[in-house]
Nanobody, 116 residues
Framework: VHMVESGGGLVQAGGSLRLSCAAS????????MGWYRQTPGKQRELVAD???????NYADSVKGRFTISRDNAKNTVYLQMNSLKPEDTAVYYC???????????WGQGTQVTVSS
């Protein structure tokens, strides 16, 4: 199983980025998926998740700014991030719900840096 995140980078506050996560080795269409982020010295936290039916859930800190979506035909989950803030700076990871619960499948993540 592999989760390959991409799309991170350096952006000014107020800017936008779109992250992608390509999943392989799982039956993507039957797996709830999520985006998570981690900063040094802190635990990984949920940013957003999406069920197999497309129902979404967001952390309070990103509501109204971030949008999670999925394309089952491409085995890919996306995170559109708008109105970025310096506090959004982190390494962003995706994972299936099963992988999150079991502590497996974590990929390398993609670094997002928001300058003020």
């Amino acid at each position: 199983v592999h989760m390959v995140e991409s799309g991170g980078g350096l952006v000014q506050a107020g800017g936008s980025l779109r992250l992608s996560c390509a999943a392989s080795g799982i039956i993507f269409s039957i797996n709830p998926m999520g985006w998570y982020r981690q900063t040094p010295g802190k635990q990984r936290e949920l940013v957003a998740d999406i069920t197999i039916g497309g129902t979404t859930n967001y952390a309070d800190s990103v509501k109204g700014r971030f949008t999670i979506s999925r394309d089952n035909a491409k085995n890919t989950v996306y995170l559109q991030m708008n109105s970025l803030k310096p506090e959004d700076t982190a390494v962003y990871y995706c994972n299936s719900n099963y992988g999150r619960i079991t502590g497996s499948y974590w990929g390398q993540g993609t670094q997002v840096t928001v300058s003020s």
